[in-house]
């Protein structure tokens, strides 16, 4: 859904960091869903999640299962193929 149909009012910063203002903004909806948008691009997209989608995220990052995102990688991989089979399985 385009994130300019949700409205202007009430996008919040959860996350934001030292990244120039490039940040994920959040919007609880009043049927309790969450939506998600870029903030440098705050007419594009909006993913739309339900409040059991969020909660299990959220919960799930606080126990560690998004580490992996954290980890540098692997110097001795110069060439983007060899993360191919990677991004197909996801």
Same mark, same amino acid.
């Given at each position: 859904?385009?994130?300019?149909?949700?409205?202007?009012?009430?996008?919040?910063?959860?996350?934001? #960091?030292?990244?120039? /203002? $490039?940040?994920?903004?959040? +919007?609880?909806?009043? @049927?309790?869903?969450?939506?998600?948008?870029?903030? &440098?691009?705050?007419?594009?997209?909006?993913?739309?999640?339900?409040?059991?989608?969020?909660?299990?995220?959220?919960? #799930?990052?606080?126990? /560690? $299962?998004?580490?992996?995102? +954290?980890?540098?990688? @692997?110097?001795?991989?110069?060439?983007?193929?060899? &993360?191919?089979?990677?991004?197909?399985?996801?």
């Amino acid at each position: 859904m385009p994130a300019n149909h949700l409205g202007a009012e009430g996008w919040r910063k959860p996350w934001s #960091g030292p990244n120039g /203002g $490039a940040c994920v903004e959040a +919007l609880k909806l009043s @049927d309790g869903r969450v939506a998600l948008r870029q903030s &440098t691009d705050p007419d594009g997209p909006a993913l739309i999640y339900t409040h059991h989608e969020i909660e299990t995220f959220i919960q #799930g990052a606080k126990a /560690g $299962a998004a580490d992996f995102l +954290l980890t540098h990688p @692997d110097p001795n991989l110069t060439t983007s193929a060899a &993360t191919a089979p990677e991004r197909r399985a996801a």
